[in-house]
T-cell receptor, first 113, second 117 residues
Framework: LAKTTQPISMDSYEGQEVNITCSHN???????ITWYQQFPSQGPRFIIQ???TKVTNEVASLFIPADRKSSTLSLPRVSLSDTAVYYC??????????????FGTGTKLQVIP | DAGVIQSPRHEVTEMGQEVTLRCKPI?????LFWYRQTMMRGLELLIY????????DSGMPEDRFSAKMPNASFSTLKIQPSEPRDSAVYFC???????????????FGEGSRLTVL
């Protein structure tokens, strides 16, 4: 499985755009990039998934450069409720039809008033 | 749908006791996963099932841990005998198969916090 590296923590003020970058230099051709969010005392929650270029949904955008060796999760205009741990996962679709991934330590985002 | 339902939410037990954690996946989901989260090791996959059949249990720490899925709407994770180092938050998650029209995202329950004294 591809090894991922992301910052341990980040601080941001309310209303700012936050970009969390994940490095995955040994990403394989059939690997997808998925981001999850985890609030304290809750299970992780899916945010977004992509393979290349840019993906956008109602919550976030995911930017993936052509070489796919990194990806950036962009959260527009964060609020205090966005304070959470964000996990970058990289892995292929498993033979069983699920994404075979390993959760790392994630990035702890603290949004400041 | 109510989401993935886990019970109990909190469990405090003494070393050597048997612990059973329960999970009801989202109806219609083919995959069920058990994860364990600790500060030291993060979120680890213990075992997963596909259509009630255990597919990969390589993450189960040792023989004291066992998991079953007797039907599509229920799974258990059992620890016998429990030890203090088993203290963690145990999450159950379920998902649909990953297809061209579905991301295969994991839907997690709220977790069961286990404390073994």
């Amino acid at each position: 499985l591809a090894k991922t590296t992301q910052p341990i923590s980040m601080d941001s003020y309310e209303g700012q755009e936050v970009n969390i970058t994940c490095s995955h230099n040994n990403i394989a051709t059939n690997d997808y990039i998925t981001w999850y969010q985890q609030f304290p005392s809750q299970g992780p929650r899916f945010i977004i998934q992509g393979y290349k270029t840019k993906v956008t949904n109602e919550v976030a955008s995911l930017f993936i450069p052509a070489d796919r060796k990194s990806s950036t999760l962009s959260l527009p205009r964060v609020s205090l409720s966005d304070t959470a741990v964000y996990y970058c996962l990289v892995g292929p679709r498993g033979t069983g039809g699920y994404q075979k991934v390993t959760f790392g330590t994630g990035t702890k985002l603290q949004v400041i008033p | 749908d109510a989401g993935v339902i886990q019970s109990p939410r909190h469990e405090v037990t003494e070393m050597g006791q048997e612990v059973t954690l329960r999970c009801k996946p989202i109806s219609g989901h083919d995959y069920l996963f058990w994860y364990r989260q600790t500060m030291m090791r993060g979120l680890e996959l213990l075992i997963y099932f596909n259509n009630n059949v255990p597919i990969d249990d390589s993450g189960m720490p040792e023989d004291r841990f066992s998991a079953k899925m007797p039907n599509a709407s229920f799974s258990t994770l059992k620890i016998q005998p429990s030890e203090p180092r088993d203290s963690a938050v145990y999450f159950c998650a379920s998902s649909l198969p990953w297809t061209t029209s579905n991301t295969g995202e994991l839907f997690f329950g709220e977790g069961s916090r286990l404390t073994v004294l």
